[in-house]
Protein backbone atom coordinates (compact mmCIF):
# COMPACT_ATOMS: atom_id res chain seq x y z
CA UNK A 1 0.00 0.00 0.00
CA UNK A 2 1.14 3.57 -0.97
CA UNK A 3 0.21 6.67 0.32
CA UNK A 4 -0.10 9.65 -0.66
CA UNK A 5 0.55 12.80 1.13
CA UNK A 6 -0.54 16.26 -0.17
CA UNK A 7 -0.60 19.80 1.82
CA UNK A 8 -3.43 21.99 1.39
CA UNK A 9 -1.34 25.13 2.29
CA UNK A 10 0.19 26.85 0.28
CA UNK A 11 3.82 26.33 0.62
CA UNK A 12 6.88 29.14 0.37
CA UNK A 13 10.43 28.53 -0.26
CA UNK A 14 12.28 28.71 3.42
CA UNK A 15 15.30 29.55 1.94
CA UNK A 16 14.10 32.86 -0.13
CA UNK A 17 10.51 33.10 1.11
CA UNK A 18 9.44 32.79 -2.33
CA UNK A 19 6.10 30.48 -3.79
CA UNK A 20 6.87 27.06 -4.38
CA UNK A 21 4.87 25.24 -7.33
CA UNK A 22 4.68 21.53 -7.67
CA UNK A 23 7.16 19.66 -10.07
CA UNK A 24 7.02 16.38 -9.39
CA UNK A 25 6.31 12.96 -6.79
CA UNK A 26 8.34 10.48 -5.18
CA UNK A 27 8.18 7.47 -3.27
CA UNK A 28 9.66 7.66 0.07
CA UNK A 29 10.02 4.62 2.79
CA UNK A 30 8.67 5.39 6.67
CA UNK A 31 10.13 2.90 8.44
CA UNK A 32 8.08 1.44 11.92
CA UNK A 33 8.97 -0.12 15.15
CA UNK A 34 9.37 -3.86 14.86
CA UNK A 35 10.64 -3.75 11.03
CA UNK A 36 7.21 -2.54 9.38
CA UNK A 37 7.68 -0.52 6.16
CA UNK A 38 5.09 2.29 4.59
CA UNK A 39 5.78 3.56 1.43
CA UNK A 40 4.69 7.63 0.94
CA UNK A 41 4.36 9.15 -2.24
CA UNK A 42 4.93 12.94 -1.51
CA UNK A 43 5.00 15.95 -3.52
CA UNK A 44 8.39 17.70 -4.70
CA UNK A 45 7.79 21.18 -4.76
CA UNK A 46 10.07 23.92 -7.02
CA UNK A 47 11.31 27.62 -5.67
CA UNK A 48 9.32 30.23 -8.29
CA UNK A 49 12.22 31.99 -7.96
CA UNK A 50 14.63 31.35 -11.25
CA UNK A 51 18.00 32.41 -8.85
CA UNK A 52 16.94 29.75 -6.38
CA UNK A 53 15.16 26.98 -7.86
CA UNK A 54 15.71 24.48 -5.04
CA UNK A 55 13.35 21.77 -4.31
CA UNK A 56 11.90 21.18 -1.49
CA UNK A 57 10.24 17.38 -0.22
CA UNK A 58 6.80 17.66 1.08
CA UNK A 59 7.01 15.31 4.58
CA UNK A 60 4.15 14.56 6.96
CA UNK A 61 5.05 14.94 10.30
CA UNK A 62 5.67 11.29 11.13
CA UNK A 63 8.97 12.05 8.93
CA UNK A 64 11.90 13.44 9.58
CA UNK A 65 14.34 14.69 6.98
CA UNK A 66 17.01 12.88 6.34
CA UNK A 67 16.33 9.59 8.67
CA UNK A 68 13.56 6.85 7.36
CA UNK A 69 12.19 6.10 10.86
CA UNK A 70 9.03 7.27 12.37
CA UNK A 71 9.91 10.51 13.99
CA UNK A 72 7.92 9.38 17.04
CA UNK A 73 10.33 6.21 17.29
CA UNK A 74 13.20 8.38 16.96
CA UNK A 75 11.99 10.88 19.90
CA UNK A 76 11.33 7.91 22.22
CA UNK A 77 14.91 6.61 21.77
CA UNK A 78 16.20 9.91 21.89
CA UNK A 79 14.05 10.04 25.15
CA UNK A 80 15.46 6.70 26.52
CA UNK A 81 11.30 5.54 26.57
CA UNK A 82 12.36 3.08 24.22
CA UNK A 83 15.36 0.94 23.69
CA UNK A 84 17.15 -1.85 21.72
CA UNK A 85 15.63 -3.99 25.06
CA UNK A 86 12.53 -3.72 24.13
CA UNK A 87 10.19 -6.10 22.32
CA UNK A 88 8.90 -3.69 19.88
CA UNK A 89 12.19 -2.74 19.14
CA UNK A 90 14.10 -6.10 20.00
CA UNK A 91 15.45 -6.38 15.95
CA UNK A 92 14.49 -2.95 14.35
CA UNK A 93 16.08 -0.02 14.65
CA UNK A 94 19.03 -1.94 15.20
CA UNK A 95 21.05 -1.09 18.30
CA UNK A 96 23.71 1.06 15.98
CA UNK A 97 21.03 3.14 14.62
CA UNK A 98 19.57 3.35 18.37
CA UNK A 99 23.08 4.43 19.09
CA UNK A 100 23.21 7.13 15.82
CA UNK A 101 20.20 8.37 16.71
CA UNK A 102 21.56 9.16 20.34
CA UNK A 103 25.07 10.70 19.36
CA UNK A 104 22.81 12.59 16.70
CA UNK A 105 20.46 14.40 19.09
CA UNK A 106 23.73 15.26 21.41
CA UNK A 107 25.56 16.91 18.70
CA UNK A 108 22.52 18.76 17.34
CA UNK A 109 21.11 20.05 20.37
CA UNK A 110 22.99 23.25 20.36
CA UNK A 111 21.96 23.61 16.62
CA UNK A 112 18.77 23.22 17.26
CA UNK A 113 18.37 25.68 20.48
CA UNK A 114 19.65 28.34 18.36
CA UNK A 115 17.44 27.57 15.36
CA UNK A 116 14.36 27.98 17.57
CA UNK A 117 15.49 31.30 19.14
CA UNK A 118 16.90 32.72 15.49
CA UNK A 119 12.90 31.44 14.41
CA UNK A 120 11.48 32.74 17.17
CA UNK A 121 13.10 36.38 17.19
CA UNK A 122 12.52 36.82 13.30
CA UNK A 123 9.04 35.71 12.65
CA UNK A 124 7.42 35.99 16.42
CA UNK A 125 9.37 39.25 16.71
CA UNK A 126 10.71 37.93 20.33
CA UNK A 127 12.94 40.91 21.69
CA UNK A 128 17.05 40.97 21.71
CA UNK A 129 16.62 40.19 25.59
CA UNK A 130 15.23 36.58 24.71
CA UNK A 131 17.87 35.75 22.41
CA UNK A 132 20.34 36.30 25.52
CA UNK A 133 17.99 34.47 27.97
CA UNK A 134 19.75 31.36 29.48
CA UNK A 135 16.98 28.89 29.54
CA UNK A 136 16.89 26.49 27.63
CA UNK A 137 13.67 26.37 24.91
CA UNK A 138 14.36 22.84 23.32
CA UNK A 139 14.06 22.13 27.32
CA UNK A 140 11.16 24.05 27.55
CA UNK A 141 9.47 22.50 24.21
CA UNK A 142 10.36 19.39 25.78
CA UNK A 143 8.33 19.64 28.60
CA UNK A 144 5.24 21.17 26.95
CA UNK A 145 4.73 19.83 23.83
CA UNK A 146 5.22 15.10 24.36
CA UNK A 147 5.41 13.47 22.78
CA UNK A 148 5.56 15.45 19.85
CA UNK A 149 8.58 17.89 20.41
CA UNK A 150 11.12 16.47 18.07
CA UNK A 151 8.03 17.01 15.35
CA UNK A 152 7.54 20.66 16.35
CA UNK A 153 11.47 21.59 16.43
CA UNK A 154 11.75 20.43 13.15
CA UNK A 155 9.30 22.07 11.63
CA UNK A 156 10.55 25.27 13.46
CA UNK A 157 14.23 24.34 11.83
CA UNK A 158 13.22 23.79 8.64
CA UNK A 159 10.54 25.48 7.44
CA UNK A 160 12.15 28.74 8.77
CA UNK A 161 15.26 27.71 6.12
CA UNK A 162 17.42 26.12 8.92
CA UNK A 163 18.54 22.12 8.76
CA UNK A 164 20.04 19.67 11.07
CA UNK A 165 22.89 17.75 10.13
CA UNK A 166 22.61 14.07 9.09
CA UNK A 167 26.01 13.72 10.88
CA UNK A 168 27.31 17.05 12.37
CA UNK A 169 31.19 17.22 12.68
CA UNK A 170 32.36 16.75 16.12
CA UNK A 171 33.97 19.50 17.69
Given at each position: ???S ?5 D??C ?27 QI ?5 T ?10 L?D????Y ?17 GD ?14 H ?17 SS????L ?17 K??I ?5 K ?5 I ?14
Amino acid sequence: MIFSVTSEEDSICPCCGNPLKYRDRRLRVHKVAGGGKEWYQIRRLKCTNDECGRLQNELPDCMFPYKHYDAGLIEDVVDEVVSGDDPETENYPCEGTINHWKWWMKMNEQNIEGRIRSSAHRFLDFGDGFLKSMGSLLEELKKRISPGWLKAAARFIYNSGGRLEPYPQTA
